[in-house]
């Protein structure tokens, strides 16, 4: 079975700091997708970044960006610059092909002014 | 806006009832996805369609189902309704149904009484 383990429940960072999210996952298989999504207070479920596990190149989209270590099954998340509004509970979520996506259990990250 | 969209936001029913949740995916996007977020826990995978065909099932109780229609959108139907069963209920979508991001709609919030 596919799992996806954040072994970070809570995460703390000083605003213009950077901090990292991890998460490891378990997978025989070697064609997947991996993700992570944010959700603030809202509740709302918003694409951070996504990574295919054929590209060696780690995944960027502006202040955030991964770090995939695909032979330790890591994928982990780097937020430069930390805002206020990037406190949220993150989720880092893997599919492979055919396949449902599947969660973590989540790290709330908190932002300090 | 992710484009997808959920009715209602909220439902507030009674134990035994039965309610009917209702998604519109994205334009184009084939594959509708049901997920259960319990209060304070990590999403799970309850349903997949793909182009009005049940394509994945995950942890779905036998009083709940779901469909999709011929213009793509899906409706999970909840039915013998219990306390447990008060959650958020996401929906999302995404064009295909082999790997990719999914974009979640607004979710509708559903509180059992």
Known sequence: ?113 | DSGVTQTPKHLITATGQRVTLRCSPRSGDLSVYWYQQSLDQGLQFLIQYYNGEERAKGNILERFSAQQFPDLHSELNLSSLELGDSALYFCASSVGDRGGEQFFGPGTRLTVL
């Open chain 1, 1 to 113: 079975a596919q799992t996806v383990t954040q072994s970070q429940p809570e995460m703390s960072v000083q605003e213009a700091e950077t901090v990292t999210l991890s998460c490891t996952y378990d997978t025989s298989e070697s064609d997947y997708y991996l993700f992570w999504y944010k959700q603030p207070p809202s509740r709302q479920m918003i694409l951070v970044i996504r990574q295919e596990a054929y590209k060696q190149q780690n995944a960027t989209e502006n202040r955030f960006s991964v770090n995939f270590q695909k032979a330790a099954k890591s994928f982990s998340l780097k937020i430069s610059d930390s805002q206020l509004g990037d406190a949220a509970m993150y989720f880092c979520a893997y599919r492979i092909l055919n396949n449902d996506m599947r969660f973590g259990a989540g790290t709330r990250l908190t932002v300090k002014p």
